[in-house]
């Protein structure tokens, strides 16, 4: 089983900065099989990315991501208040099972 | 708009099934993957196993004893079942859809304690 392991566990960041997450993978991972989700506070994750680079519906292209076989990397441009919040990687493996990285909080510096 | 709403007891005692409803609006539930997802207070994403619409599954390992999801196309709906739950159960219930290899809607969550 993949494990996917985000780095750091903590971003602190002012508004308007960058922000570079990292998912690393324990076993090559297909692009087409790598996606990011923001998650608020008491809210359900969204999806960001798909496919490692795909932007999904309403996300602005603040958001990019990057990356292949067992790197890859979610940038946030410049980042709004609304930003600040935890986000996950996800992998779906080659026996169709899903997994989760555990996680990066952008927090406020 | 695809909505998904989860449903169920938000209180469950040790040694008990805890059973979870989806609901589908929006659009139909036919040709896609559902899926059910679970967060622990404070922790991290944990996927608990998805269904097609012509019913086939797919488990986590990890609590694949303990899981059962069905479908019923005709309301829209899929079903999680968990079984002989533990403390350790204690989370928010997500069900999400799974569109190509990535979760596009998911349900606000629903809180379950399990608790005597």
């Known amino acids: 089983e993949i494990v996917l392991t985000q780095s750091p566990d903590t971003l602190s960041l002012s508004p308007g900065e960058r922000a570079t997450l990292s998912c690393r993978a324990s076993?090559?991972?297909?692009?087409?099989?790598l996606a990011w989700y923001q998650q608020r506070p008491g809210q359900a994750p969204r999806l960001l990315i798909y496919g490692a680079s795909n932007r999904a519906t309403g996300i602005p292209d603040s958001f990019s991501g990057s990356g292949s076989g067992t790197d890859f990397t979610l940038t946030i441009s410049r980042l709004e208040p609304e930003d600040f919040a935890f986000y996950y990687c996800?992998?779906?493996?080659?026996?169709?099972?899903?997994?989760f990285g555990g996680g990066t909080k952008v927090e406020i510096k | 708009q695809v909505q998904l709403q989860e449903s169920g007891p938000g209180l469950v005692k040790p040694s008990e099934t805890l059973s979870l409803t989806c609901t589908v609006s929006g659009g139909s539930i036919s040709s896609y993957y559902w899926s059910w997802i679970r967060q622990s207070p404070g922790k991290g994403l944990e996927w608990i196993g998805y269904?097609?619409?012509?019913?086939?599954?797919n488990y986590n390992p990890s609590l694949k004893s303990r899981i059962t999801i069905s479908i019923d196309t005709s309301r829209n709906q899929f079903a999680l079942k968990l079984s002989s739950v533990t403390a350790a159960d204690t989370a928010v219930y997500y069900c999400?859809?799974?569109?190509?290899?990535?979760?596009?809607?998911w349900g606000q969550g629903t809180l379950v304690t399990v608790s005597s």
């Open positions: 996800q992998q779906y493996g080659r026996s169709g099972r899903l997994t």
């Open positions: 999400a859809r799974i569109k190509r290899l990535e979760l596009d809607y």
């Open positions: 269904i097609y619409s012509s019913g086939s599954t």
């Open positions: 076993q090559s991972v297909g692009s087409n099989y």
